[in-house]
């Protein structure tokens, strides 16, 4: 099956900073969408975006689908920003998730 | 407002007592699964279902069924709940199907532990 790897696995910033998250997947998808998972476990959709480019706010995506990657981009980042986002992509009957980068972003 | 309806969020039972996690859509989306958490592991898919009265397992179906008899209900049930199904769990629904791009949402998550 296809194969989603992120980095990097954790990361810790200064409120304020900016930080690009990667996801890299092993083959060609039609699906691709990034998730928060905030402290207390809800999962919010962020971006829908197999292809291209997309912003919303202070985050921004963009998907380079024949290099087989995607990038998440926090701006400012904020406390509120914290948790856990996660890279999936069209799996056999569902998405496949990678293992998440752990964003903790301090006052 | 469009959403994915679990409930409840959180729960404490105790082994072999039988519990139902509902959830419902209101977004008329043909394709409802659901999801385990657990540290380590990951999301890993238990059941979904391609529209009414279609359901297949995902990766971890032991222990657990599904119904479809609406299309917007999708309940989880534990028959024989063992504390190994102790996790976070998650609904999700999408209009099209995942693997051809249909965008997937989740609803808020059940905390489920059974002592």
């Known amino acids: 099956g296809i194969q989603v790897e992120q980095s990097p696995p954790d990361l810790i910033l200064q409120e304020g900073a900016n930080s690009t998250l990667r996801c890299n997947f092993s083959?060609?998808?039609?699906?691709l969408q990034w998730f928060h998972q905030n402290p207390w476990g809800q999962l919010i959709n962020l971006f829908y975006i197999p292809s291209g480019t997309k912003q919303n706010g202070r985050l921004s995506a963009t998907t380079v689908a024949t290099e087989r990657y995607s990038l998440l981009y926090i701006s400012s980042s904020q406390t509120t920003d914290s948790g856990v986002y996660f890279c999936a992509v069209n799996g056999y009957s569902t998405l496949t998730f990678g293992k998440g980068t752990m964003l903790l972003v301090s006052p | 407002e469009a959403q994915v309806t679990q409930n409840p969020r959180y729960l404490i039972t105790v082994t072999g007592k039988k519990l139902t996690v509902t959830c419902s859509q209101n977004m008329n989306h043909e394709y409802m699964s659901w999801y385990r958490q657990d540290p380590g592991l990951g999301l890993r898919q238990i059941y979904y279902?391609?529209?009414?009265?279609?359901?297949d397992k995902g990766d971890v179906p032991e222990g657990y069924k599904v119904s479809r008899k609406e299309k917007r209900n999708f309940p989880l049930i534990l028959e024989s709940p063992s504390p190994n199904q102790t996790s976070l769990y998650f609904c999700a629904s999408s209009l099209g199907r995942p693997w051809w791009g249909g965008e997937l949402f989740f609803g808020e998550g059940s905390r489920l532990t059974v002592l």
């Open positions: 083959d060609s998808v039609n699906n």
């Open positions: 279902s391609m529209n009414v009265e279609v359901t």
